[in-house]
Nanobody, 123 residues
Framework: QVQLVESGGGLVQAGGSLRLSCAASGRTGSSTVMGWFRQAPGLEREFIAAVSWSGRITSSDSVKGRFTISRDNVRSTVYLQMSGLKPEDTAVYYC?????????????????WGRGTQVTVSS
């Protein structure tokens, strides 16, 4: 079992930056993949990025160049650094985890989820 708690969301103006954190507890071993998703009202949950224990990363084309995922295995924490924020980035951002040797990109592939943190970008 893995427990996930997100933090760092809030209200920011367009063009601003935020860093989200996700603290993991439980069985967070070397096969744990950590990912970030987001869901805007009325839309499907969207994959943003994922990172393996060793630091392999995959990310969505929609956020490349603006969002960066990173991971601190000592602190069992994954981060999402977001810059150049746009109003369309407004959503609830979720942290997810799964035991895999590859980097899944669909929500169905993840077994553990946090409660989410709201990010609102004003124009």
């Amino acid at each position: 079992q893995v427990q996930l708690v997100e933090s760092g969301g809030g209200l920011v103006q367009a063009g601003g930056s935020l860093r989200l954190s996700c603290a993991a507890s439980g069985r967070t071993g070397s096969s744990t993949v950590m990912g970030w998703f987001r869901q805007a009202p009325g839309l499907e949950r969207e994959f943003i990025a994922a990172v393996s224990w060793s630091g392999r990363i995959t990310s969505s084309d929609s956020v490349k160049g603006r969002f960066t995922i990173s991971r601190d295995n000592v602190r069992s924490t994954v981060y999402l650094q977001m810059s150049g924020l746009k109003p369309e980035d407004t959503a609830v951002y979720y942290c997810a985890a799964v035991y895999r040797t590859y980097l899944p990109k669909t929500q169905q592939d993840y077994d553990y989820w946090g409660r989410g943190t709201q990010v609102t970008v004003s124009s």
